[in-house]
């Protein structure tokens, strides 16, 4: 049983990960401005887990209050989510992205300094091999990020790294995630994302509540099998079950690893709109747009090394991914039928 600290533990991975980990039995603190969560979210937790997690509302970027949180809140280790995560915004706004994900890396770490904790699990993200030459993605491929936001991604992998390096943490694990889609199955916690939003499923599951006409396939003249974009969705429970496996192992190996989490599947948008059709029993009107800039055609991760490593293999399949996704949706939209 380890004491852990949450940084983003509000958020749609966050709040997943603080449910696996009281499911093992770890006690959680979760740090979050909210910037991008429902206030909620802590009464939520309780009403799925039974307890009552201390939630501090902070920035990363204050090391004063980090420390402050630290000290009143002895961890063995922190797990970093919080970061600003969309790929556009990080090109109209720079300086915002470097601020919030690379200094409040910084601030963080520092303030994880000073109370001596020397553990870190960090969100990472696929995004930095940008369009690797073959798939499944082994963590040896070179980076190439092709955004602001991945290259905040690999500078604050390489922060971990380097203090890792130099003895300042003992103990680390730059955690690369595919794309996580889904949520809890009991649909009391799942992604809310404010706005129209930019990823395929959250956006496909708008179309079927009606609350959008139809879904913009981006592209379908890609060199993959049938033209549309591939990617490898996970799970959003399996990845937070990642974390807490991948937190144990940390507990009891002094390393610093670099991991890919993903299923090992590729999945194209038409295969995850067939699925999701199948599923359901919804319809998803599509219609086939130009490519979306910046998007890479295809890719999937070789999850070997989370599974040698951390004993962690995906549990959950495409159709897994797209019920708990529609129940959680269909739910925030007021459909009764699901
Ligand atoms: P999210 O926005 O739902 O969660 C992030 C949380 O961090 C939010 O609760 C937000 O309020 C909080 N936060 C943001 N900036 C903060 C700050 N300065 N101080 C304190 N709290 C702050 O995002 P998510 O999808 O749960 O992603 C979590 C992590 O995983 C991020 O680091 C993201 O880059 C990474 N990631 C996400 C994806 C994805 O597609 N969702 C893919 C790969 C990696
Ligand atoms: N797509 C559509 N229509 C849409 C939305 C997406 O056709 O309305 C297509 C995209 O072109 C792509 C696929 O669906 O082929 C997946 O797109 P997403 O926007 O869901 O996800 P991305 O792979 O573009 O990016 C996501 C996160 C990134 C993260 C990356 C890897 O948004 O932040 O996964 O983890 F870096």
């Known amino acids: ?24 039995g770890h006690q959680v603190v979760i740090l979050d401005n909210f910037r991008n969560s429902q206030r909620d979210v802590p009464d939520r937790l309780l009403r799925l887990t039974g307890k009552s997690f201390p939630v501090i509302e902070a920035d990363i970027r204050d090391t004063a209050a980090c420390s402050a949180a630290l000290a009143a809140h002895p961890v063995d280790a922190v797990i970093h989510f919080a970061a600003l995560k969309a790929v556009g915004e990080s090109e109209a706004d720079p300086l915002l992205y470097y601020d919030m994900n690379i200094i409040g890396t910084i601030r963080l770490l520092e303030a994880m300094q000073a109370q001596n904790i020397r553990r870190i699990v960090f969100s990472s993200s696929a995004t930095v091999y940008g369009q690797p030459d073959t798939s499944p993605i082994l963590e040896n491929f070179p980076t190439r990020v092709q955004s602001i936001y991945g290259r905040t991604k690999l500078v604050m992998e390489n922060l971990i790294t380097d203090l890792a390096r130099t003895g300042k943490l003992l103990a680390a694990a730059n955690l690369r995630y595919v794309n996580p889609v889904g949520a809890h199955p009991s649909a009391v916690i799942g992604e809310t994302p404010t706005g129209v939003p930019n990823n395929l499923m959250p956006f496909m599951c708008q179309v079927a509540t009606g609350q959008r006409e139809f879904l913009s396939v981006f592209g379908n003249d890609y060199n993959t099998p049938d ?7 996970i799970h959003v429970v399996d990845l937070a079950n990642a974390h807490a496996l991948a937190l144990e192992y940390l507990l009891a190996n002094d390393v610093a690893v670099t991991v890919n989490l993903g299923t090992g599947i590729g999945i194209s948008v038409l295969d995850l709109v067939n699925a999701f059709e199948k599923t359901t029993g919804r319809a998803v009107p599509y219609k086939i747009m130009p490519r979306r800039p910046g998007d890479v055609a295809s890719y999937f991760a070789n999850p070997g090394a989370a599974e040698k490593l951390f004993g962690w293999k995906a549990a959950l399949n495409v159709d897994d991914m797209c019920r708990d996704s529609w129940t959680w949706e269909a739910k925030r939209a007021g459909i009764n039928d699901v």
């Open 1 to 24: 049983m380890a004491n852990v600290l949450l940084t983003g533990g509000a958020g749609y991975i966050g709040s997943h990960t603080a449910v696996a980990l009281a499911e093992r």
């Open 227 to 233: 033209g549309t974009g591939v990617r490898d969705y």
